[in-house]
């Protein structure tokens, strides 16, 4: 019988971030440097230039690996980096099929710049499968998911796509930032990439950008670190480190998010100021039970409809705990208005189209007292 695995917030701690050789650090330390010094013409210690690597990112993108389940992962200046360097896999005349409703920074990049390149791009509702199936063409060379959709908090079935996309040839990459490795396993489910936005769940103290590709095959590890090399679109040393001390409590932060993720959603959907709230926990979702069966958590990420543009400034304006910004999985409570903020680029026809109305709001539940979070949403709602 092989060695029995250990067990995710063991890996979490322990995997890539053993003590430092020279002197027992128990932190992987923070290597500032651009250069190393080399013994010998052709002859190193493993490091030239660190473009190309730096121990303290090789550590992060060893611990990231384990946590998805991956072969190798390689990180990125930001989820942006990440997933452009994911595009480069692509030549002219390549087509892809992406989640109609990513985050709207993905279809910016998609449309506005690659598509200056020759490459193509068709948006389908991947919660149904089949119109994966439909938009698939012999060009096409990828598929790209995003589960939980950003806001609408639409599931896709990872393991059906990735059926569909492997029949035909095509490789499936999930984005995973939403629940991050803790709660969905997207390479067990036969994605062939995961990538996240690290700045969200993944570093979760919203003190650091990062984004990173976790790959299942040589050539994508091969691909990728040439990207790192040629382009040099790399995560920081300290920044790799800020990720690598938010990876150590993932396992904690990600039950306390969802276990006040769930209660807030409960309350909302009582509440009489809310027309309704898009979360895959409560049990009127409509993909309720495929995220129960694919996720083992709901998360903390929930969106909820106010009316109007008018009544959700109100709300914003009124909040004391919980902060109007932009980004999601930090520790505080996050609250964002997608429509100006998130959504802004793909303009009122995109976001008429997904159901992004001017009175939607998407929160990211912290982990702050639940009772203190709640009080303060209903406060905001009721206008006290």
Do not use: W
Not at 88 to 108: A, E, F, I, L
């Amino acid at each position: 019988m092989g060695e029995k695995k250990l067990g995710f917030a063991t890996r979490a701690i322990h995997d890539g971030q053993e003590p430092e050789q020279v002197t027992g650090a128990v932190n992987v330390p923070i290597f500032l440097t651009s250069t190393y010094q080399q013994e010998e013409i052709g002859k190193h210690k493993g490091h030239e230039y660190a473009r190309l690597t730096n121990p303290t990112r090789d550590a992060l993108e060893e611990s990231l690996c384990s946590l998805e389940g991956g072969t190798s992962a390689h990180v990125f200046a930001s989820g942006m980096a990440a997933i452009t360097a994911m595009l480069t896999m692509m030549k002219t005349g390549d087509h892809v099929v992406c989640s109609d409703n990513v985050y709207g920074g993905t279809q910016r990049v998609f449309d506005k710049v690659l598509a200056n390149y020759g490459l193509t791009f068709t948006y389908v509702d991947t919660s149904v499968a089949e119109n994966v199936a439909a938009a698939i063409r012999p060009e096409t060379k990828l598929v790209h998911v995003e589960t939980p959709t950003n806001p609408m908090m639409s599931i896709t079935d990872i393991r059906a796509v990735a059926d569909i996309c492997h029949a035909k040839g095509v490789e499936l990459s999930v984005d995973n930032t939403f629940l991050s490795p803790y709660f969905q396993q997207p390479i067990a489910l036969g994605a062939d990439i995961v990538m996240h936005s690290t700045t969200k769940f993944l570093n979760g103290h919203s003190d650091g950008l990062g984004g990173v590709l976790v790959c299942t095959k040589p050539e994508q590890a091969e691909r990728f670190r040439f990207v790192q090399k040629c382009t040099g679109g790399i995560l920081s040393p300290f920044e790799s480190y800020l990720l690598l001390r938010g990876v150590k409590t993932l396992a904690v932060r990600m039950k306390q998010h969802d276990a006040n993720g769930r209660a807030v959603a409960e309350f909302l959907a009582g509440h009489k100021a809310v027309k309704k709230v898009f979360y895959p926990g409560l049990a009127d979702h409509p993909q309720h039970e495929l995220a129960t069966r694919q996720q083992s958590g709901f998360g903390s990420m929930l969106s909820l409809e106010l009316g109007s543009l008018e009544r959700a400034n109100a709300f914003a304006k009124r909040l004391r705990l919980g902060y109007l910004a932009e980004s999601l999985g930090g520790v505080e409570t996050l609250i964002c208005h997608p429509a100006t903020m998130t959504h802004a680029a793909i303009g009122a026809e995109g976001r008429a189209r997904l159901g992004i109305t001017d009175g939607l709001m998407r929160i990211s539940v912290g982990i702050e007292d639940v009772e203190d979070i709640i009080a303060d949403l209903d406060q905001a709602l009721a206008g006290r």
